[in-house]
């Protein structure tokens, strides 16, 4: 199983970008699938998350700017980031929770982080 993240790229304040996330390889089933972010010298945070019923939930910072969605049809998880800050800036990781060959077992995977930079 793999996780190919992409859609990063380099914005001025107040742009917006949206990231993807496509899941790959034996998959059964993918429960929860999320965002994460690392900016330089920090700890890697919880952007946002959503579930399989399409329950999300966003770290504070971003409520109101970002959305995350997912398309279970293509195993795919995106982020729309909008009226984006220069403290937006980090690398962005996708996350998910997948089975391989029933619907236990779930194991987390990341993908291998896209790079947002946001100029003032």
């Known amino acids: 199983v793999q996780l190919q993240a992409s859609g990063g790229g380099l914005v001025q304040a107040g742009g917006s970008l949206r990231l993807s996330c496509a899941a790959s390889?034996?998959?059964?089933?993918?429960?929860?699938m999320g965002w994460y972010r690392q900016a330089p010298g920090k700890q890697r945070e919880l952007v946002a998350i959503i579930t399989s019923t399409r329950s999300t939930n966003y770290a504070d910072s971003v409520k109101g700017r970002f959305t995350i969605s997912r398309d279970n049809a293509k195993n795919t998880v995106y982020l729309q980031v909008n009226s984006l800050k220069p403290e937006d800036t980090a690398v962005y990781y996708c996350?998910?929770?997948?089975?391989?060959?029933?619907?236990?077992?779930?194991?987390?995977?990341w993908g291998q982080g896209t790079l947002v930079t946001v100029s003032s």
């Open positions: 996350n998910a929770e997948i089975s391989s060959n029933g619907p236990y077992n779930f194991r987390p995977y």
């Open positions: 390889g034996n998959i059964f089933s993918i429960n929860r």
